[in-house]
């Protein structure tokens, strides 16, 4: 196991039970107060806890708490859309790169501070073995392209950003900046949950739940085999 690693959930395990024996704590931060679970040496952090939509997050919290604590590793699930039909839903992608245009979360809000964000090979080749222990079909790269949200995208963006990335989702930039900026190793599971609208016929909430229900168990046969 990974020392001091912090996983960080989204939509797809808002109905799992693999961190249910994990304790409740709070930390402070000089950006709040946030919750996070925890056993022995990893952490958990659910981004949607409370119903929390992707632009009310606080990601420089929960990040920043993750520091704090010592954490060295996160890895971090994505529910996400499939901008081209060869990416099936119901299937795992591990991204190895991301675009965002938008506007997206930093700690250097006063000074000039250039990183580049990026994603640890390391915990991507751990990611990519724990999917072929447990026999779970994945995609090892992909793009992901982050929009604002809370709202999904129309056809005409979807059209536009298939040309660029393979899936599409609401919160995989700002993590990846920040975590980047405090210099802790950080991949990524996408849980493919539906095709994007106007991929593949009409898009509905009902769909893209029914998606991430389908795909807990395989994401929480890799978590096992990485915790």
Known sequence: M????????????????????????????????V?????????????????????????RGYIQAAADLGVKNIIGIYSVG?????????????????????TISTFFDGKIIHIK?????NLINLISRACKKTRVSFYNRGVYLQTFGPRLETPAEIKMFSRFADVVGMTL?????????????????CSVDNYANGIDGKLDMNKIKAGAKKNIEKIEKILENII
């Open 117 to 121: 964000p990026c994603f640890s090979k």
């Open 2 to 33: 990974i020392n001091k690693l912090c996983i960080i959930g989204g939509t797809s395990l808002l109905e799992s039970s693999f961190f249910k024996d994990y304790r409740l704590i709070t930390a402070k931060t000089a950006y709040g107060e």
């Open 82 to 102: 499939s901008l081209k039909k060869k990416i099936r839903p119901e299937k795992i992608l591990i991204p190895h790169d991301f675009i965002s245009p938008f």
């Open 35 to 59: 919750t996070l679970f925890n056993r022995d040496n990893v952490y958990f952090i659910q981004r949607h806890l409370g119903n929390l939509p992707p632009h009310q997050i606080n990601y």
């Open 173 to 189: 930039g700002n993590e990846t900046t920040l975590i980047c900026e405090k210099g802790i190793n950080f991949a990524a599971i």
